[in-house]
């Protein structure tokens, strides 16, 4: 048999699925030929195949290298469920205990250890595994390796030991972190630099990216929840005492809300999960530490209500949406005061420079994903080194922003900053701007100055959004210690009226938030009415809304409107049972 078809084989009848995902089939005949490779996949893309069946293509136990115990367990659990022999080393086990489960994996023909970086390090594993045929080395979440991530392990970098002591045993490197800092990190600690590497797209075509300034956030929350009642999503808040608040606010506006965040009691947290997890309307509201590992499908939308704090941790978190590939949203709400408040986290960090460098590049590249008039889509993917074409279903390519020449405007906010001797924060410089008589105003005689109230026709939310715009715009800058506003390099054209400069316009979001999938009314008035048709059949079957239609099913029936029985078993999702319970209602309601 080929690799091919044993690989093909392996695919259908050990884990019962039809077809390859993207280079899963590539990847999977190069390490089973023996080769290394460095494999970066999104999340959900299916990374784990890659080294299971070459693993079990080959002769021996595969190691698998993993950060955390706890997505050991669920590989080694979902495994089992499949047949497949597994185990996992704890890192608290004794050496006496580590070597029994090692005997067992060699007479009883386990395939797959999943042990922690610490332990492959010791030498004492090292030796017990001499005997013992391996069939390949995985390196799970390899970003780990990379002190420029969040998730940095020091003993991942030790793992080059592995290509030193079994030059001939196949290894390969999984992650998710497309940052090209990273990536450098990984192919050096690892002796990866000869391996192939494959890079899968990180494009979500199913994916609609809003983003919204703040401008009585819960108000536009709201308008957003309203235009998708009985729909599951994650709102994400920056901290816990917020995230209470939130979800309490929802709850008083009768949405189905729960809290999550590590300060709830264990029970509570768990249970609120749950619930999550099963139930297809559900809205979680949670800190970031929500969604690691979770594999809900039908997540229809991830709402940052806070800015996320850089790009990568962004595309992780709004990545959680639509797993099932069907139509989903991404929403970000942001304002000036977060940008602030998180450039000074990192700016007052006790990190080295470089880091600190390094994290508010990150932090930059989010802020003018938010601050950006181009496809979001092609913002996000440019930041990862990816290109694309125009998305089409964005807010800026649905409804491009409209621009006007602020140019005189900037170069008064600008020119202010400079008389002030970039000495003064943003309140001061407003003031002065809008002719304020204030006590500073007085006490530091900002009143003598020529730009005084030059801009006392606009308000100060206006002023404040367009210092907003000049800051991501990286003309502006901000001196975290005092607060106070700096010109950079880029200011200088302008000020000297060598430069235009266009900003947008406010956008109104009713019109932002349009769900792009629903053409027409009719369309969204059906899409409505069998959403509400799924929910008390639900209720009256006690099964979950999933169960009785998928999301797909829905938007199947929207597009197509089968008008009998025969149309709607063209429907994805309808088989002979559901036909015969459903028919008639789906029918109806398509015919109404
Ligand atoms: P990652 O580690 O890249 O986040 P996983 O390996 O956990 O992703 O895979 C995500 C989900 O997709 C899992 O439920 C997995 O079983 C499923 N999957 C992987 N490959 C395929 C495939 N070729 N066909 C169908 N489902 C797949
Ligand atoms: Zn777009």
């Given at each position: 048999?080929?690799?091919?078809?044993?690989?093909?084989?392996?695919?259908?009848?050990?884990?019962?699925?039809?077809?390859?995902?993207?280079?899963?089939?590539?990847?999977?005949?190069?390490?089973?030929?023996?080769?290394?490779?460095?494999?970066?996949?999104?999340?959900?893309?299916?990374?784990?195949?890659?080294?299971?069946?070459?693993?079990?293509?080959?002769?021996?136990?595969?190691?698998v290298v993993s950060p955390?115990?706890?997505?050991?367990?669920?590989?080694?659990?979902?495994?089992?469920?499949?047949?497949?022999?597994?185990?996992?080393?704890?890192?608290?086990?004794?050496?006496?205990?580590?070597?029994?489960?090692?005997?067992?994996?060699?007479?009883h023909n386990i395939k797959f250890v999943y042990v922690t970086p610490e332990r492959v390090n010791s030498y004492r594993f090292l030796q017990l595994l001499e005997n013992i045929p391996i069939?390949?080395?995985?390196?799970?979440?390899?970003?780990?390796?990379?002190?420029?991530?969040?998730?940095?392990?020091?003993?991942?970098?030790?793992?080059?030991?592995?290509?030193?002591?079994?030059?001939?045993?196949?290894?390969?490197?999984?992650?998710?972190?497309?940052?090209?800092?990273?990536?450098?990190?990984?192919?050096?600690?690892?002796?990866?630099?000869?391996?192939r590497a494959f890079h899968s797209s990180f494009m979500r075509n199913n994916l609609v990216y809003i983003v919204q300034e703040k401008n009585n956030a819960k108000s536009q929350l709201l308008e957003f929840l309203n235009g998708h009642?009985?729909?599951?999503?994650?709102?994400?808040?920056?901290?816990?005492?917020?995230?209470?608040?939130?979800?309490?606010?929802?709850?008083?506006?009768?949405?189905?809300?729960?809290?999550?965040?590590?300060?709830?009691?264990?029970?509570?947290?768990?249970?609120?999960?749950?619930?999550?997890?099963?139930?297809?309307?559900?809205?979680?509201?949670?800190t970031v530490a929500f969604g690691l590992g979770i594999d809900k499908p039908d997540v229809r939308y991830v709402y940052h209500f806070d800015m996320p704090r850089s790009i990568d941790h962004f595309y992780?978190?709004?990545?959680?949406?639509?797993?099932?590939?069907?139509?989903?949203?991404?929403?970000?709400?942001?304002?000036?005061?977060?940008?602030?408040?998180?450039?000074?986290?990192?700016?007052?960090?006790?990190?080295?420079?470089?880091?600190?460098?390094?994290?508010?590049?990150?932090?930059?590249?989010?802020?003018?994903?938010?601050?950006?008039?181009?496809?979001?889509?092609y913002t996000l993917l440019e930041s990862m080194s990816e290109k694309s074409a125009p998305c089409g279903r964005c807010d800026n390519c649905t409804n491009p922003p409209k621009m006007i020449d602020q140019t005189i405007t900037v170069q008064k906010i600008l020119a202010t900053i400079y008389k002030v001797g970039q000495r003064f924060g943003i309140t001061q410089i407003i003031?002065?701007?809008?002719?304020?008589?204030?006590?500073?105003?007085q006490v530091w005689e900002h009143h003598r100055l020529s730009t005084f109230g030059l801009c006392s026709e606009l308000n100060a939310k206006s002023l404040r959004r367009i210092i907003r715009q000049l800051y991501s715009r990286g003309i502006v800058d901000i001196d975290f210690t005092t607060g106070a506003l700096k010109l950079t390099d880029k200011a200088l054209p302008i000020l000297r009226k060598l430069e235009d400069i266009y900003l947008p316009v406010a956008g109104k979001l009713q019109q932002r938030i349009k769900d792009v999938w629903l053409r027409s009314e009719l369309d969204e008035r059906l899409y409505r009415s069998l959403i509400n048709w799924r929910h008390k059949v639900a209720v009256l079957h006690r099964v979950s809304q999933h169960a009785i239609l998928t999301e797909r099913s829905?938007?199947?029936?929207?597009?197509?409107?089968?008008?009998?029985?025969?149309?709607?078993?063209?429907?994805?999702?309808?088989?002979?049972?559901?036909?015969?319970?459903?028919?008639?209602?789906?029918?109806?309601?398509?015919?109404v």
């Open positions: 048999m080929t690799y091919k078809s044993q690989a093909h084989e392996i695919l259908n009848t050990i884990f019962g699925y039809n077809e390859f995902r993207g280079q899963q089939e590539e990847i999977i005949g190069h390490v089973a030929n023996g080769l290394n490779a460095f494999v970066l996949m999104p999340t959900g893309g299916g990374k784990s195949l890659c080294y299971q069946i070459p693993a079990l293509m080959r002769d021996g136990v595969a190691i955390l115990i706890a997505l050991m367990q669920d590989q080694v659990a979902t495994l089992s469920e499949l047949g497949i022999e597994a185990v996992y080393l704890a890192s608290n086990l004794e050496p006496e205990h580590v070597r029994n489960i090692l005997i067992q994996v060699k007479e069939s390949l080395f995985a390196i799970d979440e390899a970003h780990c390796v990379s002190h420029w991530g969040h998730d940095f392990r020091p003993e991942y970098q030790k793992l080059g030991i592995l290509a030193t002591t079994y030059p001939h045993v196949p290894r390969i490197a999984l992650t998710a972190t497309a940052d090209h800092y990273t990536r450098v990190d990984i192919l050096h600690y690892l002796h990866l630099k000869e391996a009642i009985g729909q599951s999503g994650i709102i994400y808040c920056n901290s816990r005492n917020s995230v209470d608040k939130l979800a309490g606010f929802l709850q008083d506006n009768n949405f189905p809300a729960l809290a999550y965040h590590a300060g709830l009691e264990p029970a509570i947290r768990e249970n609120n999960h749950l619930k999550f997890l099963q139930n297809s309307s559900m809205i979680i509201v949670a992780q978190e709004s990545g959680r949406a639509g797993r099932d590939d069907m139509p989903a949203f991404s929403v970000v709400s942001f304002g000036f005061k977060e940008i602030i408040e998180l450039s000074r986290l990192i700016i007052l960090s006790d990190s080295d420079n470089l880091k600190k460098k390094y994290e508010l590049n990150r932090l930059k590249k989010i802020i003018a994903y938010c601050d950006s008039t181009n496809c979001r889509q003031d002065i701007l809008r002719g304020r008589a204030t006590i500073n105003i829905i938007y199947e029936i929207v597009k197509h409107k089968p008008k009998n029985t025969g149309e709607l078993q063209k429907i994805y999702g309808i088989g002979a049972s559901k036909l015969e319970r459903f028919a008639t209602d789906l029918i109806n309601l398509v015919n």
